[in-house]
């Protein structure tokens, strides 16, 4: 799938950085600037066709990670270890000629607890988006890759760069849509090939 067609340049960018628990040393330089990027807690961004979007990274809104911090870090260090497996299992793939595929993406999904969690952080996420008088929610966190309505209101998971390699992009109509690197990749070498 090629990268949608986004026209010309705003005549300013701002660029803003949400930090995740993941990079949580990065919260200490909150308020700051480097280098012209903003480094904030939460975001309210406005897309081109007016909606209003909170943005945030989500994991205060992980019960996990705020009740239990310890179950927190042994999960992190699972999730580690299991990108780690990903790469050689994606290296063997590629040798077999097999496109990329995220253990643990599938092993997060097939539990029937992490599906139940992950409705719910969705809920408590629009939820609070609705409360905050706002049409939608961008966040990252459950890295599950994402937009739709849930009650009302817009839900947007950009997912991540690590494993999934997806991206939340905005056209200059204020549509969203998910970008699959695996998919713009391929795409962008068929055409050097065809050229």
């Not at 809920?123 to 049409?135: C, V």
């Not at 459950?142 to 056209?171: F, M, P, Q």
Request: glycine share 8%; net charge negative; charged share 25%.
């Amino acid at each position: 799938m090629p990268l949608p067609e986004l026209g010309p340049r705003p005549t300013r960018l701002r660029f803003f950085f949400v930090p995740g628990n993941h990079d949580e040393f990065a919260r200490k330089y909150l308020g700051h600037n480097f280098g012209g990027v903003d480094v904030v807690g939460e975001h309210v961004h406005e897309l081109a066709d007016g909606r209003s979007l909170w943005v945030t990274h989500g994991d205060h809104f992980d019960g996990v990670i705020q009740c239990a911090r310890w179950l927190a870090v042994v999960g992190d260090a699972l999730y580690t270890f299991t990108l780690r497996l990903n790469q050689h299992l994606n290296a063997f793939r590629a040798r077999l000629g097999l496109r990329y595929w995220s253990l643990s993406q599938f092993l997060k999904h097939k539990v029937k607890n992490a599906v139940s969690y992950i409705d719910a952080f969705e809920t408590a996420l629009a939820n609070e988006a609705r409360r905050r008088d706002l049409d939608g929610v961008v966040c990252g966190h459950i890295h599950k890759a994402e937009i739709r309505d849930v009650d009302g209101i817009l839900y947007c998971n950009d997912g991540d760069w690590v494993e999934s390699l997806t991206a939340l992009v905005e056209t200059h109509e204020g549509e969203l849509r998910i970008v699959h690197w695996h998919e713009v990749h391929a795409t962008q070498a068929a055409a050097t090939c065809a050229s």
